[in-house]
């Protein structure tokens, strides 16, 4: 007599729910995880939806949008049939969330054992003042931060990196840590949509920068210096990484949306227009009398880019010797316009003081062998996020 209903076996695959949330659009994915390790992360759907363009700028309006076209996504996701997720991972760009990253050293002049208990203080110590710090900063707003994420980059006893020091001896401990925080109201409107279509679902928070972090270090073994630059609707987001770790996180206000406003303003022209404009520059069928005059405004925009980003870059600590690789994400329809931008010897090598560097995109297929795809579509922005929370959740 079979008595195999006795027993239970744990599940090798769990299906889970992930949202892009952007400050141009909203990517959702249903998402295939292996929960044994073994295996890879597999899109079994996804699509992407526009949060609506404002030509002015008003946060409460743009979370309002924000959140339309989340619950557009996440109904789309709903009716296409793939099952409920045990989960929902809502992966935040800017400016939906801010990351510090965040050195801790400890010197004793006896050896001591470092232990998960000592971890675990020394990160709540953390997470306590910079929650404050925040709570402080924007107590007139009647909001308060909410820690969504912590990932420690790298443990180092006695100047040495360790990929497993627990139990291990030293004088000299430093940890290196990124902590992500939101606002709690932010959070809150984001449950309450996504709940609307998956009832009683545990929905969970993290960064973009983070995920991307995660994803081109597994891929990439070297270099391990590099930059990562997310360019979205409204921000451009910029991570330092130094010999494997994240050392500053930077953003300015200018993105695409950004771009498009600028077109409209001096064209005097509708938003579908602008990007019609920009897709027969791309493909140089513009006429010459035309080109002449659109050559010169893209000029313009390009250079108040590549101004925002020298600044940007120039806030960074004189010590710290800048990378000479880029990898950037971007949406398709601008994503070589600035790729073109950032290989201009007048932006990014005056910014970045180099001589000669290089631009990697990150476009959704060099991370096959790390992700699988169903529906055909290789979304890099799913992608990354798929590799970083499969990595996450089985680590």
């Known amino acids: 007599m079979c008595m195999g209903f006795l027993f239970t076996s744990k599940k090798k695959e769990k299906i889970i729910a992930i949202f892009d949330i952007g400050s141009g659009n909203v990517g959702g994915a249903m998402v295939r ?5 073994n295996g ?3 899109i079994i759907k996804s699509v992407r939806n526009e949060i609506r363009f404002n030509e002015k700028f008003d946060f409460n309006s743009f979370m309002n949008d924000m959140t339309v076209a989340l619950n557009l996504t996440a109904n789309s996701l709903f009716y296409k049939n793939v099952g409920s997720p045990e989960e929902i991972f809502c992966v935040l760009a800017s400016p939906w969330y801010l990351s510090e990253t965040r050195v801790v050293k400890i010197y004793q002049d006896k050896r001591f054992t470092f232990t998960k208990s000592l971890a675990g203080e020394l990160i709540e110590k953390e997470i306590s003042s910079l929650t404050q710090t925040y709570k402080d900063k924007y107590s007139s707003t009647g909001d308060v931060p909410e820690v969504i994420e912590q990932h420690t980059m790298a443990v180092i006893l006695d100047g040495s990196t360790d990929e497993n020091p627990l139990g291990k001896k030293c004088k000299v401990l430093e940890m290196d840590m990124v902590i992500s925080l939101t606002s709690k109201l932010c959070l809150n409107k984001i449950r309450e949509t996504l709940l609307k279509t998956f009832h009683n679902t545990n929905v969970k928070f993290s960064s973009f ?6 994803a081109v270090r597994d891929k990439y073994i070297k270099p391990d210096s590099y930059l990562l630059i997310d360019i979205s609707g409204e921000i451009t987001d910029i991570g330092v990484v130094v010999d494997g770790v994240i050392r500053s996180i930077l953003s300015f206000p200018f993105g695409k949306k950004t771009f498009f406003k600028y077109m409209c303003t001096k064209l005097d022209i509708e938003l579908r227009d602008a990007r019609e404009i920009f897709n027969l520059y791309n493909k140089g069928n513009l006429s010459s009398p035309f080109s002449d005059k659109i050559i010169p405004l893209f000029k313009s925009i390009e250079n108040s ?3 925002a980003f020298s600044q940007c870059i120039d806030t960074l600590p004189n010590n ?3 990378p000479d690789t880029i990898f950037l994400t971007a949406d398709n329809d601008i994503k070589s ?3 073109n931008i950032l290989r201009n010897k007048e932006h990014a090598q005056s910014a970045l003081y180099l001589h000669k560097y290089n631009v990697v995109t990150l476009d959704g297929p060099e991370f096959l062998n790390m992700c699988d795809v169903n529906d055909g579509l290789c979304d890099p922005f799913l ?6 929370i499969m990595r996450k959740t089985n680590k």
């Not at 995880?33 to 390790?37: K, R, S």
């Not at 920068?209 to 995660?214: I, M, N, P």
């Not at 992608?383 to 970083?388: K, T």
Request: glycine share 6%; no cysteine; proline share 7%.
């Open 383 to 388: 992608m990354i996020e798929a590799i970083s």
């Open 209 to 214: 920068t983070v995920a991307s972090y995660l």
């Open 40 to 42: 890879l992360p597999v």
């Open 305 to 307: 880019w590549g101004e």
């Open 337 to 339: 316009w600035f790729t």
């Open 33 to 37: 995880i292996p929960t044994d390790g």
């Open 320 to 322: 710290l010797i800048l």
